[in-house]
C-alpha cells in the first residue's frame, strides 16, 4: 500500500475521493479539466518560490537533477543524497519511508511526503550533526486543521526517516512571509488516527457514501460519476439545507432519500431535526417532489416594474483586489429590446476608469431599477465608491435602485432546485447558459462558473489574446439575461400570489 501527503489530504477533505483514486486505476480516472486549478498550483508555486527567497538560503531541487522528474523513487535517492551531504535547503524534496505490519494490518505501507521545503538545522540525526525539519507552502489565509494535519503526517515520516524525534516544523500562508510553528507533538498523534483510519477503510476495501457539497465537490475530477451517482439514489445531499449532521440523524431514522423525506411525518422530523429546520427540509422536499414553487410567506414583497429595467453583474479577480467588469443588461419593457453593456478594465490600472464609465451610464436612467443576484454588487458598489470617492448622495441613491433578487427568492420561496444558484434557478426556469468557448448554448451541462471567469482573465493579462476576454463577456452576459428570466418569472409568480 502507498499512501501519500497528497492522497492523505485528499482523504481528509473526502474519504470517497482518495477511496476512489486508490481503486481506480490511472487510465481509467477522470482527467482534472478546471483551469482554475491550474491556476492555483501556478499561484502555489510562486508562493513557494517566494518563501525560498525570503529564507535567503541556496537550495538544491531535485527535480533539476534528473531527467525522470516524474519518479518519486528517482527523486527520494537524489533527496536523501542532499540531506546525507548537509546542504542548506532542498526545495520540493521526496521522503520515502516503509512500515512493515503497519497497525497489524500485514500490510506493508510506504509512506511519500513531500514538503516544500527541508531546513538544515543544528540537531543531530542519522546524517551527523545536523537534521532537517519541514516547511509547506498553502493558498488558504487562515491556518486549517487539514493544513496542520498533512504537516504531522510529514513531521511524523520526516523524524522516523531521519532517526530523530522533530519538536516543530513550519506552515507559510498566502500574502505572509511571517511562519506558522507548528507543534508537533500535539499534530504527530493527531496525523496518526487520520492516517490509521484511511488504512482501515483501504484495507477493508468500504466504498464511503457519496455525499454532494457544492462547494467542495465542484473542483473534484470525480464529480460527474459522484453526481450521476447521487441523482440516481434520490440523494439527500442534493437537497438544499442538508448538512452532512442532519443527513445522518435523517438515515439513522432510516430517511435515506428524497421520497422518503417527502412521505415523512412532519412531527417525526420534529423529532430529529429542529422545529423550524424540519418545517424548511420538509416543504423543500414538497417542492422538489412536486416540481413546484412553495410560498414561504403569505405577505410577499413588491418588485418594481419599470419601462427601462436594468440587470447587473460583476466579475472580479479577489487576489488582485479588483472588480474588472461591470456588466449591465438594459431592458426595454415597451419595445421588449435587450442591449448588454460592458464596462471592462483591460489592465489591472483601469478599475476607476470603468467605475465612472458605469455612473455616467446609470445616471442616464437614474429612475430604472437595478436588480442583481447577489449581495456582492452592493458591496462592491460600496467599495469602489469609497474608494474613489464618489459623493454620498448620488452613491446612496444608486443603492435604494438595487433589488437583490437572490435576497428576496430565499425569503419568498421554496423552488425544485438542487441549490439557490443563479444558474440552478435558471435552469429550472429554461434558461441555460452558453458554452463560451463556442457561443451555443451546449447538449452537455457545461459547468462554468465565477472561478474559470479568474482563470480566463489571468490568461488574458499574461497573452493579450482578446479570445480569453470574449469568454468572460459572453458568461458575464448569460449571468445578466439569466437574472432578467428570474425577474420575469417572478413578476408573474408575485402578481399572481398578491
Not at 145 to 150: A, F, V
Not at 250 to 260: A, D, F, P, R, V
Request: hydrophobic fraction near 35%.
Amino acid at each position: 500500500m502507498i499512501l501519500t501527503d497528497e492522497l492523505l489530504l485528499q482523504y481528509k477533505r473526502c474519504h470517497r475521493r482518495a477511496f476512489l483514486n486508490v481503486y481506480t486505476e490511472e487510465s481509467q480516472q477522470p482527467s482534472e479539466k478546471n483551469q482554475f486549478l491550474l491556476k492555483l498550483t501556478e499561484e502555489r508555486e510562486f508562493h513557494s518560490q517566494q518563501v525560498v527567497e525570503n529564507y535567503g538560503l541556496p537550495y538544491h531541487q531535485p527535480k533539476t537533477l534528473t531527467k525522470d522528474k516524474e519518479n518519486n523513487l528517482t527523486l527520494a535517492l537524489i533527496t536523501e543524497n542532499l540531506m546525507r551531504q548537509g546542504v542548506e535547503c532542498i526545495y520540493q524534496g521526496v521522503i520515502i519511508y516503509k512500515v512493515k505490519n503497519f497497525i497489524d494490518t500485514n500490510q506493508e505501507v510506504t509512506f511519500i511526503v513531500s514538503p516544500t521545503l527541508l531546513i538544515k538545522q543544528d540537531i543531530p540525526s542519522r546524517w551527523g550533526d545536523w537534521s532537517y525539519f519541514s516547511v509547506n507552502t498553502h493558498l488558504g489565509k487562515n491556518i486549517k486543521p487539514e493544513y496542520k494535519l498533512i504537516s504531522g503526517f510529514q513531521g511524523d515520516i520526516l523524524s522516523l526517516f531521519q532517526g530523530i524525534n522533530l519538536s516543530h516544523c513550519q506552515i507559510f500562508l498566502r500574502n505572509n512571509l511571517k511562519p506558522y510553528y507548528l507543534n508537533l507533538s500535539i499534530w504527530i498523534p493527531a496525523s496518526r488516527e487520520l492516517v490509521k483510519e484511511f488504512t482501515l477503510m483501504i484495507v477493508q476495501k468500504k466504498e464511503p457514501d457519496v455525499f454532494i457539497s457544492r462547494q467542495r465537490c465542484s473542483f473534484c475530477q470525480w464529480y460527474d460519476d459522484c453526481y450521476s451517482l447521487a441523482k440516481s439514489q434520490q440523494h439527500l445531499s442534493l437537497i438544499p439545507g442538508i448538512t452532512p449532521k442532519r443527513y445522518n440523524l435523517l438515515t439513522s431514522e432510516g430517511i435515506n432519500n428524497l421520497e422518503n423525506l417527502s412521505q415523512a411525518k412532519i412531527w417525526d422530523l420534529n423529532r430529529i431535526l429542529d422545529k423550524d429546520m424540519a418545517n424548511k427540509i420538509y416543504l423543500q422536499s414538497q417542492s422538489l417532489v412536486s416540481h413546484q414553487a412553495i410560498l414561504k410567506n403569505p405577505t410577499l414583497p413588491i418588485i418594481p416594474y419599470h419601462p427601462i429595467e436594468l440587470y447587473f453583474d460583476i466579475e472580479a479577480e479577489p487576489d488582485r483586489n479588483i472588480d474588472y467588469l461591470l456588466g449591465v443588461l438594459l431592458v426595454n419593457n415597451e419595445t421588449q429590446e435587450k442591449k448588454y453593456y460592458t464596462f471592462l478594465a483591460e489592465t489591472l490600472i483601469e478599475e476607476e476608469t470603468i467605475w465612472r464609465g458605469f455612473l455616467k451610464f446609470i445616471s442616464q436612467y437614474d429612475d430604472a431599477p437595478i436588480f442583481h443576484y447577489s449581495q456582492y454588487e452592493v458591496e462592491t458598489i460600496k467599495r469602489l465608491a469609497y474608494l474613489y470617492k464618489t459623493p454620498s448622495l448620488p452613491l446612496q441613491s444608486l443603492l435604494n435602485r438595487c433589488w437583490d433578487l437572490h435576497k428576496i427568492i430565499i425569503n419568498s420561496f421554496y423552488l425544485p432546485v438542487e441549490n439557490y444558484s443563479l444558474k440552478s434557478i435558471g435552469n429550472w426556469l429554461g434558461f441555460h447558459w452558453r458554452d463560451p468557448k463556442t457561443g451555443k448554448i451546449s447538449s452537455h451541462n457545461v459547468r462554468i462558473s465565477g472561478d474559470q471567469c479568474v482563470f480566463w482573465y489571468d490568461q488574458w493579462l499574461k497573452t493579450n489574446d482578446r479570445t480569453w476576454l470574449n469568454y468572460i463577456l459572453v458568461y458575464n452576459e448569460d449571468d445578466c439575461l439569466g437574472t432578467y428570466e428570474l425577474k420575469k418569472w417572478m413578476d408573474k409568480e408575485l402578481r399572481v400570489k398578491n
